[in-house]
Antibody, heavy 122, light 106 residues
Framework: QLQLQESGPGLVKPSETLSLTCTVS??????????WGWLRQPPGKGLEWIAT???????YYNPSLKSRLTISVDTSKNQFSLKLSSVSAADTAVYYC??????????????WGPGALVTVSS | SYELTQPPSVSVSPGQTASITCSGD??????ASWYQQRPGQSPVLVIY???KRPSGIPERFSGSNSGNTATLTISGTQAMDEADYYC?????????FGGGTKLTVL
């Protein structure tokens, strides 16, 4: 059974860089059938897709966040990571990683990790 | 950028049918997915490719998509179905989510 687990600091100072890692277990991140995604949910608000990566390094980014984003994959560790720079209080959210099934005109996310709350505060 | 619109809330009596809509420009030309999120939990995929149910999702969950509207239908709604529901589509290499609908089972 595939499982994903987010990890990283729960508190980040404004203007600094938020860094999270997702560890995949029960399956290979190098599967040629799936991409891997990051999503977030501010407290009490809805879901927002952040970015997606394939094990070869192909990436998709949310245009509204692209200038601050870096996403990477480490196949040797079965992990993928997110870096979001110049954070502000608006970036406070629960951050989820998820497996991303990508077709030509379609994509969905399943399963999701339990989520990691990241608070941006001095 | 593409937008998906959902009603903020829907109420249903136990055993009745709940319908949650998701509207977007020519959404019927794309595929819609739906996620259930219970309080304090991660989202769970309940419908993908408009009508398909992942393994383990009860048959009472069904979906449709035509024109500008995708619909998630829950037949014989149970108390355990009370949750937030989000629609999602893929547009120009971007995943887009609706704002979410809180389903209350009264």
């Amino acid at each position: 059974q595939l499982q994903l687990q987010e990890s990283g600091p729960g508190l980040v100072k404004p203007s600094e860089t938020l860094s999270l890692t997702c560890t995949v277990s029960g399956g290979s991140i190098s599967s040629n059938s799936y991409f891997w995604g990051w999503l977030r949910q501010p407290p009490g608000k809805g879901l927002e897709w952040i970015a997606t990566i394939y094990y070869t390094g192909t990436t998709y980014y949310n245009p509204s966040l692209k200038s601050r984003l870096t996403i990477s994959v480490d196949t040797s560790k079965n992990q993928f990571s997110l870096k979001l720079s110049s954070v502000s209080a608006a970036d406070t959210a629960v951050y989820y990683c998820a497996r991303h099934k990508q077709l030509v005109l379609d994509a969905w996310f399943d399963p999701w990790g339990p989520g990691a709350l990241v608070t941006v505060s001095s | 950028s593409y937008e998906l619109t959902q009603p903020p809330s829907v109420s249903v009596s136990p055993g009745q049918t709940a319908s949650i809509t998701c509207s977007g420009d020519k959404l019927g030309d794309k595929y819609a997915s739906w996620y259930q999120q219970r309080p304090g939990q991660s989202p769970v995929l309940v419908i993908y490719q408009d009508t398909k149910r992942p393994s383990g999702i009860p048959e009472r969950f069904s979906g449709s998509n035509s024109g500008n509207t995708a619909t998630l239908t829950i037949s014989g709604t149970q108390a355990m179905d009370e949750a937030d529901y989000y629609c999602q589509a893929w547009d120009k290499s971007t995943a887009v989510f609706g704002g979410g609908t809180k389903l209350t089972v009264l």
